[in-house]
C-alpha cells in the first residue's frame, strides 16, 4: 500500500473519532478559499493597449492617492487594511489607479519584491511582479476595465525591464477570470488554499511554483 493512501487511511480514522456535532461545529469555523494563479510572460516584448468601454486613465498613485481611496466608501477599504494598503507604497512596490471623469473607478496594487501571505509569502525574481488587490467600483465593471488594467500595468513595468507577472484569482470568480485570460495571461498549474481557522490564517500552496512559497516572515516593504 502506498505511503499516501495509508496517510488518507488514518487522516479519515481521526476524523470518524471526532463526534458528528463537533466535525459540523468546526467546519462550519473554518473558511477554505482556493486561488488559481495566472502568469502573464514576456511583458518586457511590444504589448498592444487593451481598450475598455468607457475611456480610463491609468496611473500609479501615491500617498494622497490612498487617501482618496480609503475615504470613498464605494471603494470597499475599511480603515483595517491601511497597513496593507500602506505597504504598496514601500520599496519598489506601486497603488494602481484607474480615473473615469476624474473619479476613481479602478485600483490595484503592485507587489515587486514578494507577494505578501497569510503565514509567509510568494517569493520574487528581481524581474518578476505580483498584481494583487483589484477592485472595480460597482457600475463600471462588465465594461473591460480589469483586462484593460491588467494590460496597463505589464506594458508599464515590461517598459522598465520586467520579464514577468503574477495575479491569483478565487477559482469560484468566472468574471476576474474572464477578464485576466482577456488581458492576456496564463494559466499556470500552480493554486494554493487560503485557510481561514479561528482567527489563525495560513496559506497552502500546491503544484510547480510550491517552492517560490515561504514560510519565513517577510518584511512589509
Same mark, same amino acid.
Given at each position: 500500500?502506498?505511503?499516501?493512501?495509508?496517510?488518507?487511511?488514518?487522516?479519515?480514522?481521526?476524523?470518524?473519532?471526532?463526534?458528528?456535532?463537533?466535525?459540523?461545529?468546526?467546519?462550519?469555523?473554518?473558511?477554505?478559499?482556493?486561488?488559481?494563479?495566472?502568469?502573464?510572460?514576456?511583458?518586457?516584448?511590444?504589448?498592444?493597449?487593451?481598450?475598455?468601454?468607457?475611456?480610463?486613465?491609468?496611473?500609479?498613485?501615491?500617498?494622497?492617492?490612498?487617501?482618496?481611496?480609503?475615504?470613498?466608501?464605494?471603494?470597499?477599504?475599511?480603515?483595517?487594511?491601511?497597513?496593507?494598503?500602506?505597504?504598496?507604497?514601500?520599496?519598489?512596490?506601486?497603488?494602481?489607479?484607474?480615473?473615469?471623469?476624474?473619479?476613481?473607478?479602478?485600483?490595484?496594487?503592485?507587489?515587486?519584491?514578494?507577494?505578501?501571505?497569510?503565514?509567509?509569502?510568494?517569493?520574487?525574481?528581481?524581474?518578476?511582479?505580483?498584481?494583487?488587490?483589484?477592485?472595480?467600483?460597482?457600475?463600471?465593471?462588465?465594461?473591460?476595465?480589469?483586462?484593460?488594467?491588467?494590460?496597463?500595468?505589464?506594458?508599464?513595468?515590461?517598459?522598465?525591464?520586467?520579464?514577468?507577472?503574477?495575479?491569483?484569482?478565487?477559482?469560484?470568480? $468566472?468574471?476576474?477570470?474572464?477578464?485576466?485570460?482577456?488581458?492576456?495571461?496564463?494559466?499556470?498549474?500552480?493554486?494554493?488554499?487560503?485557510?481561514?481557522?479561528?482567527?489563525?490564517?495560513?496559506?497552502?500552496?500546491?503544484?510547480?511554483?510550491?517552492?517560490?512559497?515561504?514560510?519565513? $516572515?517577510?518584511?512589509?516593504?
Amino acid at each position: 500500500m502506498k505511503k499516501m493512501q495509508v496517510l488518507q487511511r488514518c487522516k479519515k480514522l481521526m476524523v470518524n473519532m471526532i463526534p458528528a456535532g463537533w466535525r459540523r461545529w468546526i467546519t462550519k469555523r473554518i473558511q477554505r478559499e482556493r486561488r488559481e494563479i495566472w502568469i502573464f510572460d514576456s511583458v518586457n516584448e511590444p504589448l498592444e493597449r487593451l481598450e475598455s468601454a468607457v475611456p480610463v486613465e491609468f496611473g500609479f498613485g501615491d500617498r494622497e492617492t490612498l487617501e482618496e481611496v480609503l475615504a470613498d466608501q464605494d471603494l470597499g477599504i475599511s480603515e483595517k487594511w491601511l497597513p496593507y494598503y500602506s505597504a504598496l507604497l514601500c520599496g519598489k512596490n506601486r497603488l494602481f489607479v484607474g480615473r473615469h471623469n476624474g473619479q476613481i473607478v479602478f485600483y490595484g496594487g503592485v507587489m515587486c519584491e514578494h507577494r505578501s501571505l497569510p503565514r509567509g509569502a510568494f517569493l520574487l525574481e528581481s524581474d518578476e511582479f505580483y498584481i494583487v488587490a483589484c477592485f472595480t467600483r460597482a457600475g463600471y465593471r462588465g465594461r473591460g476595465i480589469y483586462p484593460a488594467a491588467l494590460r496597463d500595468i505589464c506594458r508599464r513595468l515590461g517598459a522598465e525591464g520586467y520579464r514577468r507577472g503574477y495575479v491569483d484569482v478565487a477559482t469560484y470568480n $468566472a468574471p476576474s477570470i474572464r477578464g485576466i485570460a482577456k488581458a492576456g495571461a496564463k494559466r499556470s498549474d500552480s493554486d494554493y488554499q487560503q485557510i481561514h481557522f479561528f482567527g489563525y490564517e495560513m496559506s497552502v500552496p500546491q503544484g510547480p511554483l510550491r517552492p517560490r512559497f515561504s514560510r519565513a $516572515a517577510c518584511p512589509s516593504s
